[in-house]
């Protein structure tokens, strides 16, 4: 049977008994009242019928197990929503929801928990508005997750989440900030257009995209790049828009819908991916697309010290001014040279032998180097440290 209501005013009490009951629920455009809280069908003061109620209880938790779907369209729920465990005891009570939850276009004017929650079916939360806190902490979304044009004016709490399948926060809003620390991203995920109010970055610290070599985390961190931006913190915003342009990267190389092409198509996409090596090596590997300064320095280090060990050995032809005879450099006499040669000062005492063809291609290639790798330093240095 379904429980069916449409522009009411509902007594949250009657919705649990219906819950309890197994009844489907359907309320479209309702206002519930009172607490919307699981817990009571714990508490012997309720006067809960719960004989039909799927309830397993250990010693230390208790399991409630709902087979049933939800559907709250368009709801105002007045007071507290509570499909999890109460604060002072976080491992008292899980609750799993076998079907398809909706809550599209609801808004949540007290605090709403759904934490230690499993969603079997799709958890939707599309168009909501969270006026407090919303605690999603330790979810397992089994299936796709939902929570496009959402608007958390309190705090939203993601942390520990698995999100199975899709997770989509599209164009959603979190207004006094987000937590998303270990929170495993095992599927596709989508971030674009979401933003920040009040300056507030979010948290994330051992966040984990499964999907990280198909590019699938860009989104979140240009995310994380915006609000940190706004809100002044700009090594953050640097090291957000260094992951963003590898995920950028990665996303380019394999393309949209990769893991649904055939083999032949998916061999094809891969050669023509090859045109993106210049981009790895240059910009990421060495330039850290600006973000890794010290990179440059060490590129540079190192093809000063080869080329200086090419200079002092046997194979190379350097002459002194006014000496004709070629000598073998020592190794501080073969550094001074690959130094001044790197940083085109070329004072003139030390030259490559005319008609030495190895020792001027050196040259030629490392002073090219020096000019390249000097200007890469000196624009990701005055990137990193002039932005704001």
Known sequence: MTYQRENQRVPATEILQM?????????????????????????????????????????????????????????????????????????????????????????????SRFSKATFCGTAGFDGCTFERISVFRDVQFKTRAMFRTVLFNGYGLFNGA???????????????????????????????????????????????????????????????????????????????????????????????????????????????????????????????YGERPIRVLAAGAIIILVCAFYYAGNKAAVLSRGDPIIHNLNFMDGLYFSTITFTTLGFGDLYPAPGHLPTRCVAMIEALSGACLMALFVVGLSKRYSRG
Request: hydrophobic share 40%.
């Open 19 to 111: 819950i309890a009951d197994g009844h489907e629920i359907k309320l479209i455009k309702c206002t519930v009242s009172g607490d919307l809280d699981v817990n009571r069908f714990l508490v012997k003061d309720e006067n809960f019928n719960t004989s039909g109620l799927d309830i397993d209880i250990k010693a230390e938790k208790t399991t409630l197990v709902f087979p049933q779907a939800m559907e709250f369209n368009s709801c105002i729920f007045e007071d507290k929503v509570f499909f999890a465990p109460p604060w002072e005891q976080p491992v008292q009570l899980e609750v799993v929801f076998k079907s398809d939850i909706i809550f599209n276009m609801s808004v949540f004017r007290e605090q």
């Open 162 to 288: 698995v999100f199975s399948e899709e997770a989509s926060f599209t164009n959603t809003c979190f207004g006094k900030g987000g937590n998303f620390t270990n929170v495993r991203f095992q599927g596709k995920s989508n971030f674009s257009g979401v933003y920040a109010k009040s300056k507030s970055v979010p948290v994330y610290e051992s966040v984990f995209f499964a999907r990280h070599r198909f590019g699938d985390d860009e989104t979140f961190w240009r995310f994380i790049k915006q609000a940190s931006q706004e809100a002044g913190y700009y090594q953050l915003t640097g090291e957000s828009f260094f992951n963003e342009r590898c995920a950028h990267l990665c996303r380019k190389f394999y393309g949209p819908d990769y893991e649904g092409l055939s083999l032949p198509k998916k061999i094809g996409r891969l050669i023509w991916g090859i045109r993106l090596l210049p981009e790895l090596i240059f910009g990421r590997i060495l330039f850290g």
